[in-house]
């Protein structure tokens, strides 16, 4: 699954390293133009850009990033991430009405300190279960924090309908709630958590989950502390997701509600993750956009093609449909997702360019 | 106490209902190793097909036997195009095939037969009669009769004939069972068709209980609690489970949602196979899989 025994080999040969020194930079360079070209957006784009489609792309991201470091790089499959957006959303939510002083920043981490928590506490059954067992149980978490919401007005402050408006967002004076601040708080989180995770996933700890996912059995053998990785590894992706969460609630919604982070969303993020690719950092934003993107674009053409003759339900039928087909269709063909492909095609190009 | 046993009577009967689906489970695991998620949406296309076909004023008899070859052409189809190419894969990644997979069935058989809400009525009257002081409804009972003569139907099936020796063959060493001529993809084939056979029976029974709905995919999320508790490849596992999380289900509707505040049974179920899970991983009826470097 991971790159490193190939990149290992290939570095005995001098003239692949040229390549491999070129691809890094050229890879290097394309993230540097990306987020130059994301931080100068709201300079361009009108609020629908920022509101629809930047917005949740950028968080679906945050959460597939999540995921991807339980799922991808420490191997332990998780329906719950719906759920873990939840604790998330409703402790930031509980945080920022009870606690005002803090600063949001603040809210958020220990919004998402509060979710890794409780990932935590739901990874127990990954130290004796594995595989899909382990779906099955972190179903049971989704379907209890689910009902858990939905059930206690304490979490919801006892709103009467069983959706909230998010407090207003403000950081050091300068509000945040326009479509621009909503953007550039979301945008600066993603960075800032993915350039950590990203740094953690080659850390010893990262190293520890790849070897947990491919065979725990075997790292557990060569000395690898199995049970206290799976465990951080539940912690980490939780308080990623966690974040996620509250970003979802109030920087794109504008509301908490449980509905929106039912099990149709956990499924959306392990799509995202399997389309984009598991085990690699750029997959995130890879399947994110895949995801955000293409229901936008069927929605359009879906209109303009039939002229409106054919009704939305119809629509998000074929939609789903395609989904599945793609699933299954990656799944065979390239299982490591689109990060793949990308990646193929940043060697072929660097290759060119040393020739 | 007499309103406890009628709560536990309707459970265990609801149970028999989760237990249909699950034993379709049980079949394909059983052979392929696959935890099918797609189950639930074969239930749906099946019911949907029928009800469809009987809309059109076709006869019952007919309606069921076009209802069983579209099953058993998805069958076919699943098997050459998602499962022939994944063989050797781990577990979760055709896991993960078979959700696709029922996203696919799900979006197609809406397309093609629409996503409104159908009534489907099997002739079966649902007066509940009264049975040593217990009222009980008659259509469980059916549902329960019926359950109980697959099992029967299953295990002569599995045990004595031929195809069924060859599947068990399967299931216990592939490679052995290759070596002396079995076909693996025949059997699979066989095995995805049968399965298809049962969802098409708890389809219809679910259809006539709730309508034909979309709703009816959920069933696959209440019948993965009752694999959990009974094991993967135990049809007898499959049963028990099904009686344990419809009695747990309605029990704890009962008594422990007055405490919390109600609708308990959507992670009742769950819990209570996490609780398993812990204390025997395998199920109840399962066999434990041997670990090896």
Known sequence: MSTIGTEAIEGFNPSHETVQSTRDRLRAGSVVVLLAALAGIPLVANDYWLNAVLIPFLIMSLTALGLNLLMGYAGQASLGSGGFMSVGAYATYNLLLRLPELPLPVSLLLGGIISGLVGVIAGLPSLRIKGFYL???????????????????????????????????????????????????????????????????????????????????????????VSAGKLKAFFVSSLVIGIAGALWAFAYLGTVDARSFNLDRSFQVMFAIIIGGMGSISGNFLGAAFMIFVPILLDHFGGGVFGGAVDPGQLENFQKALFGALIVWFLIKEPRGLAALLSRAWTRLASRINR | MSFFIETLVGGLLAGVMYSLVAIGFVLVFKASGVFNFAQGSMVLCAALTFVTLRDKGIDFWLAALITLAVMVLIAIAVERVVLRPLVNRPQITLFMATLGV????????????????????????????????????????????????????????????????????????????????????????????????????????????QGVQFALTLVVLKALPVLIIGGFTSITGAIVGGLIVGAGDSLAEIYLGSLLGGSVSTWFSYVLAVAFLLIRPAGLFGEAPIERI
């Open chain 1, 135 to 225: 779906v099955a149980s972190t179903l049971a978490t989704q379907f209890l924090l689910e009902w858990l919401f939905n059930q206690y007005g304490w979490f919801s402050n006892y709103s009467t309908s069983s959706s909230i408006s998010a407090p207003r967002l403000a950081f050091l004076g300068h509000d945040l709630s326009s479509p621009t601040g909503r953007y550039l708080l979301t945008l600066t989180t993603v960075v800032v958590v993915t350039a950590v995770a990203a740094r953690l996933a080659r850390s010893q700890t990262g190293r520890a989950w790849m070897a947990i996912r491919d065979m725990d059995t075997a790292a557990s053998v060569i000395g690898v502390p």
């Open chain 2, 102 to 209: 029922s996203f696919v069935i799900e979006g197609l058989a809406q397309i093609v037969m629409g996503a409104s809400v159908h009534e489907l009525d099997l002739g079966i009257v649902d007066t509940p009669i009264e049975i040593g002081g217990v009222q009980v409804s008659q259509f469980d009972l059916i549902a329960a009769g019926t359950a109980g003569i697959l099992v029967v139907a299953l295990s002569i099936f599995f045990n004595k004939t031929r195809v069924g020796i060859a599947l068990r063959a399967i299931a216990d060493d592939p490679q052995a069972a290759l070596s002396i001529g079995i076909r693996l993809q025949t059997l699979w084939q066989i095995v995805w068709g049968v399965a298809g056979f049962v969802s098409l029976v708890a389809g219809l029974l679910w259809g006539a209980r």
